[in-house]
């Protein structure tokens, strides 16, 4: 299993991205895929997941309202559209899949993509 992740790059504050991961391979729709993200400095952080049906979802507070998470098991990819972002939103985000029920931690993730780039101005 492989994940690729693009969507990254420079925006203002208040404006808006959306981030893509592919993942290759057949299991796609038996797993659960979330973000995380990676700010110089600091440990890798939770953003959000979503269940393999789609039909659940979990963010962490500072994305609530904000960002939405989503899956197309047709086309093996996740997106997490993120809106009114905010210069604390800069960092690497990160794609990641495992089988089972969503987990907060990174440790229970088994396949993590390459990262892309978020840099929001203020």
């Known amino acids: 299993v492989q994940l690729q992740a693009s969507g990254g790059g420079l925006v203002q504050a208040g404006d808006s991205l959306t981030l893509s991961c592919v993942v290759s391979?057949?299991?796609?729709?038996?797993?659960?895929m979330a973000w995380f993200r990676q700010a110089p400095g600091k440990e890798r952080e939770f953003v959000a997941a979503?269940?393999?049906?789609?039909?659940?979802?979990g963010y962490v507070d500072s994305v609530k309202g904000r960002f939405t998470i989503s899956r197309d098991n047709a086309k093996n990819t996740v997106y997490l559209q993120m809106n009114s972002l905010k210069p604390e939103d800069t960092a690497v985000y990160v794609c990641a899949g495992r089988f089972g029920i969503i987990m907060r931690g990174p440790r229970g993730y088994d396949y993590w993509g390459q990262g892309t780039q978020v840099t929001v101005s203020s």
């Open positions: 391979g057949r299991t796609f729709s038996s797993l659960v």
């Open positions: 979503i269940t393999w049906s789609g039909g659940s979802t």
